[in-house]
């Protein structure tokens, strides 16, 4: 596999980072809740140092398939506390709501699942848009249970020993709500379509 890249390149890193901005301003006109999206950092890390950070608490998952270069996948972590308080924002007065339940209800539910749409389909775009290409992806998967189980059902059989971890958080200023995302493209096809874009 060759990770080659032309070192003026790895800018469009950064850009990619910056594009997936666009989830925060989504968030914010659906659920009301003033949101921003913050990148801590960008690294290249062992699939099972993923696993290992994120642990065995049980958290909300929404992933998604990029079935286009570059190939992989894309996951969204956060607490359930965290997905109720999203849905109630979202639902507003429309609908039943139960912030003290430990489950969901078929409203709080659907409207996860919307809010992973906006935020899959927003990050996507971004990406397709740094990388001058179009970039389709799957229904978006809602799964509750341990986060490292997720990532390994998404990437645990692969051949890349390494993902691409853009460290991003997506916080809600108002309210103790907080999205983690990871990402696994394969590499190689990222890397070039890297290497087709002119800098």
């Known amino acids: 596999m060759s990770l080659k890249i032309d070192i003026r390149k790895l800018g469009l890193f950064n850009q990619m980072a910056k594009e997936g901005n666009t989830v925060a301003s989504h968030l914010s006109q659906m659920t009301g809740m003033e949101t921003q999206m913050e990148i801590t950092k960008i690294n290249f890390i062992d699939i099972p140092d993923i696993k290992t950070q994120i642990g065995d608490e049980k958290q909300i998952g929404i992933s998604i398939e990029m079935v286009e270069k570059p190939h992989g996948y894309i996951l969204f972590l956060f607490s359930a506390r965290s997905a109720k308080d999203l849905a109630a924002g979202m639902i507003g ?78 916080q809600a200023l108002d309210s103790d709500i907080n999205v983690t995302v990871y990402t696994f493209p394969e590499l190689e096809e990222l890397v070039d379509l890297m290497q087709q874009i002119d800098v």
Not at 155 to 169: K, P, Q, T, Y
């Open 93 to 170: 007065d429309m609908g039943e709501t139960d912030p003290s339940a430990t489950g969901f209800t078929d409203m709080e539910r659907s409207a996860i699942q919307e809010i992973g749409n906006i935020m899959t389909s927003g990050f996507i775009d971004g990406w397709a848009n740094v990388l001058d290409t179009t970039i389709d992806i799957s229904t978006p998967n809602f799964t509750f249970g341990p986060g490292s189980g997720m990532v390994d059902q998404l990437v645990g059989d692969w051949d890349n020993e390494m993902a691409l971890m853009f460290d991003s958080r997506v």
